[in-house]
């Protein structure tokens, strides 16, 4: 089956600053690629995806690349801001799975006022 | 519009004991899956249904059992509660293929 891995596990970044996030990918049947955001004790809530016939795209200062030679896919998000600090997951839904979606082990960010 | 509702929020179980956790939307929504979350561990598919009267198997589904009632409805079971299932659970629905995933609020639940 997919495996989805995700790095890094935690990011702090001084607010203002960048955040990178990155994921892999195994299975090249994978045609769709969502990111949530999940605040503490709240639900995972959609943010921005990609499908696997776009190379970019951007939502005001969130952006997502994906890689389809390379199985990987990237979450930025520029001028961070205090409220951007919460468990990011990325994901990956393979067009041969029926319904299932796989997601990586999140990632925690931190942005430091 | 209530999007995902799912109950209870909390529940502690001693081992071996059962219960059934309820999930239903009101976005007519045809997929509705059970995942859980744990610390360092993503979110992990237990089991889903693609449609009303289907229910498949995810990555974890070993320890529970799935009844897809109606459209709007999907329970998720454990029959004989196990330590290992101190997780929190959360119920997600989706209008089509890959589209996005609706989450509820999420089940605390702790086995002791």
């Known amino acids: 089956g997919e495996n989805v891995e995700q790095h890094p596990s935690t990011l702090s970044v001084q607010e203002g600053d960048s955040a990178v996030i990155k994921c892999t990918y195994s299975d090249s049947a994978s045609n769709y690629f969502p990111w949530y955001k999940q605040e503490l004790g709240k639900r995972p809530q959609l943010i921005i995806d990609i499908r696997s016939n776009v190379g970019e795209k951007k939502d005001q200062r969130i952006a997502v690349t994906l890689n389809k030679t390379a199985k990987h896919f990237s979450l930025h998000i520029t001028e961070t801001q205090p409220e951007d600090s919460a468990v990011y997951f990325c994901?990956?839904?393979?067009?041969?799975?029926?319904?299932?979606?796989?997601f990586g082990t999140g990632t925690s960010l931190t942005v430091i006022p | 519009n209530a999007g995902v509702t799912q109950t209870p929020k909390f529940q502690v179980l001693k081992t071996g004991q059962s219960m059934t956790l309820q999930c239903a939307q009101d976005?007519?929504?045809?997929?509705m899956y059970w995942y859980r979350q744990d610390p360092g561990m993503g979110l992990r598919l237990i089991y889903y249904s693609a449609s009303e009267g289907t229910t498949d198997k995810g990555e974890v589904p070993n320890g529970y059992n799935v009844s897809r009632l109606n459209k709007r409805e999907f329970s998720l079971r454990l029959e004989s509660a196990a330590p290992s299932q101190t997780s929190v659970y959360f119920c997600?629905?989706?209008?089509?293929?890959?589209?996005?995933?609706?989450f509820g609020e999420g089940s605390r639940l702790t086995v002791l």
């Open positions: 994901a990956a839904h393979p067009s041969n799975t029926g319904n299932q979606f796989y």
């Open positions: 997600a629905s989706s209008g089509v293929n890959t589209g996005e995933l609706f």
């Open positions: 976005m007519n929504h045809n997929s």
